[in-house]
Nanobody, 126 residues
Framework: QVQLVESGGGLVQPGGSLRLSCEAS????????MGWFRQAAGKEREFVAA????????QYATWVQRRFTVSRDNAKNTAYLQMNGLKPDDTAAYFC???????????????????WGQGTQVSVSS
């Protein structure tokens, strides 16, 4: 069992930046592939970014357009999502997710993940 706790959300002006953190407890963090998803009000949850267990591979949703960077520090049991150039359309609850894996595979579907954090709200508005 792993517990995930997100932090770092908040209110930011368009064009601003935020860094979300996802701290894990339980099994060694390097056992997990990680993903970030988001859900805006009235919409389905969607994929944002994924990172392999060692942090050597990453993938992003097309709409990210190089504005976001996913990373992890396995020594600190924490994954990060650095978000730059935020737009009002980025307003959503952001969730991190984890799944145990023995490979360096990336997982893009929410159905691939077993463990989820509680979410952190990101609001982009002037």
């Amino acid at each position: 069992q792993v517990q995930l706790v997100e932090s770092g959300g908040g209110l930011v002006q368009p064009g601003g930046s935020l860094r979300l953190s996802c701290e894990a407890s339980g099994r060694p963090f390097s056992d997990y592939a990680m993903g970030w998803f988001r859900q805006a009000a009235g919409k389905e949850r969607e994929f944002v970014a994924a990172i392999s267990r060692a942090g050597t591979r990453t993938q992003y949703a097309t709409w990210v357009q190089r504005r976001f960077t996913v990373s992890r520090d396995n020594a600190k049991n924490t994954a990060y999502l650095q978000m730059n150039g935020l737009k009002p359309d980025d307003t959503a609850a952001y969730f991190c997710a984890a799944r145990i894996t023995v490979t360096g595979a990336l997982h893009l579907s929410e159905n691939d993940y077993v463990y989820w954090g509680q979410g952190t709200q990101v609001s982009v508005s002037s």
